[in-house]
C-alpha cells in the first residue's frame, strides 16, 4: 500500500523561481490557491497510527515547478487550461511563464525521475507482495477555481476519484463507509480518477488505486491557512481505510 502526496509542497527552487512572472505576493497568493496543503501531514499521521505501516511517497516540490500526475503530452486534458505536466498558466487562468517558455528541461530534470522512482517502487512492491493499492491523497477548495474543467459539479466533503480499471467496486464501497461521518461522499465530482504509474496504467491489474479528495474546509481555514482539528480526524479516517483492505 503506497499513499502517493503529490501536491501539498510549496517549495520552488530558485532558477525555476527565476521563470514564473509572478512577482512574489502574486506567488504566495497561487500557492494558497493550487498547493493541496498540509496532506503530506495528514499522510503521515494516518501512516503513523495505521496497524499496517503504508509506504508514503511524497512529491518535496510545488506542482508548480512540474505536476507529476498529469500525462506529459497531448493526452493530457488539463493543457486547455495551461496545466498539463509544466503549468503555463494560474489558477485565475493568467500568465505563468512566457508563451515561448520550453518545457522539456523541466520535464527531464524533475518529471521523469519522478516518474521512474514511483514506476520503481510500484514494480518493487509488485514483486515482493503480488499486488499495490496506491491511495492519491489530495484536497481542493470549497469554492470553485477559474482552471477547474468540470468544477460545475458536487463538491462533497469527500470526493472518491476512481478508474474503471484500477478501481475495484468493494474499494469505493469501503473508502464511502469510511468517510460517511464527513457531511457526503461523492465519486469523481469536482475531480476524476487516480493515479497510476504509466508503465502499469490500464494493463496491470494487480495495480489498484484510488484518489481522495477532502474539501479543504474540513481540516483548514482557506486559502492556505494553518491545519485545525479536522486534520487529525481525517487522519483517523484515513488509517481505518488503511486496515479495513484486505
Known amino acids: 500500500m503506497v499513499l502517493h502526496v503529490p501536491h501539498s509542497a510549496r517549495t520552488i527552487p530558485a532558477r525555476v523561481r527565476a521563470e514564473l512572472l509572478l512577482d512574489d505576493r502574486a506567488l504566495e497568493r497561487e500557492l494558497d490557491a493550487i498547493t493541496d496543503a498540509h496532506t503530506a501531514r495528514l499522510a503521515a499521521v494516518a501512516a503513523e497510527v495505521s496497524p499496517t505501516r503504508p509506504w508514503q511517497f511524497v512529491n518535496l516540490l510545488s506542482r508548480l515547478v512540474v505536476d507529476p500526475e498529469r500525462f506529459p503530452d497531448e493526452r493530457e486534458e488539463m493543457l486547455a487550461a495551461g496545466m498539463g505536466a509544466v503549468y503555463t498558466a494560474t489558477t485565475d487562468r493568467m500568465a505563468l511563464r512566457r508563451p515561448d517558455f520550453d518545457p522539456a528541461p523541466l520535464l527531464d530534470r524533475y518529471f521523469h525521475p519522478y516518474a521512474r522512482a514511483m514506476t520503481d517502487l510500484v514494480a518493487e512492491r509488485l514483486s515482493a507482495v503480488g499486488r499495490v ?114
Open 133 to 246: 493499492l496506491i491511495i492519491d491523497v489530495h484536497s481542493y477548495p470549497a469554492q470553485r477555481l477559474p482552471y477547474e474543467l468540470h468544477g460545475d459539479g458536487p463538491r462533497p466533503p469527500i470526493c472518491l476519484g476512481v478508474d474503471a480499471f484500477h478501481t475495484p467496486p468493494d474499494l469505493v464501497e469501503h473508502a464511502a463507509d469510511v468517510f460517511a461521518d464527513f457531511g457526503g461522499v461523492g465519486v469523481n465530482s469536482p475531480f476524476a480518477g487516480a493515479y497510476v504509474p504509466l508503465d502499469f496504467y490500464g494493463r496491470e491489474p494487480r495495480v489498484t488505486a484510488l484518489m481522495v479528495e477532502i474539501r479543504r474546509d474540513l481540516y483548514m481555514a482557506e486559502p492556505g491557512g494553518p491545519a485545525g482539528p479536522g486534520l487529525d480526524r481525517l487522519a483517523a479516517a484515513l488509517a481505518a481505510l488503511i486496515a479495513g483492505i484486505q
